[in-house]
């Protein structure tokens, strides 16, 4: 078996500082690079592919260290280790979690690895649905309507971007917390940065 190709011995990001989890990530990280699985680094963590398709990430947490198959719902689980971290949007993606060094078996996680590697090359996969922009609130509206060029600034960011915002000032039940949350991400839009950029 080929091993995976990577950039560095280690990788170089903020989620291999993490002391609570350093010796679980390095585990974790040297079973995912013993496969043919590419490895770059997606969102801020190690993201694994094969033939461009994202197949698996791994980081820690606060409460768990974990890794993520991107298609993971085509996965047979026999040791039904797997979750759905939100029920409500999350489809493909399911999570193995785990809260100590003890619970890591490379052999069963190999296991998982390889059959997730075979179902990206067959082509198993539940695609995103595109979601439409949606209606902006009333409090953006406002907003726009005081300031023009904070409109424009919008209407030059990508949808996904506006539907952040959308769903971001949307959600809020209070009229008080709308308006905080317009406040709080106008001088973003007026950059032309993302609600969650500094995420990304």
């Given at each position: ?34 496969t043919e699985l590419e490895e770059t680094i997606k969102w801020g963590a190690p993201c694994f592919t094969i033939n461009g398709k994202n197949v698996l990430g791994l980081g820690g947490f606060k409460s768990y260290v974990g ?134």
């Open positions: 078996m080929a091993k995976a190709k990577i950039t560095s011995e280690k990788p170089k990001n903020a989620l291999f500082r993490n002391e609570l989890w350093a010796e679980e990530l390095e585990i974790l990280y040297g079973i995912a690079r013993n890794l993520w198959f991107h298609q993971g719902v085509f996965l047979k689980d026999p040791l039904k280790v797997l979750v759905n971290a939100n029920e409500e949007k999350t489809k493909a993606l399911r999570q193995w979690r785990f809260q100590s060094k003890k619970e890591i078996n490379p052999k069963h996680i190999k296991a998982y690895i390889l059959e997730a590697i075979e179902n990206a090359k067959s082509g198993k996969e539940i695609k995103p649905e595109k979601k439409k922009t949606g209606e902006l609130p009333d409090e953006l509206k406002s907003a726009f309507a005081k300031n023009k060029k904070l409109q424009t600034s919008f209407a030059t960011l990508t949808p996904f971007k506006q539907r952040e915002y959308i769903e971001y000032i949307s959600e809020a039940k209070q009229e008080k917390t709308r308006i905080a949350r317009v406040e709080k991400s106008t001088p973003l839009i007026a950059e032309g940065r993302g609600l969650n950029d500094k995420y990304r």
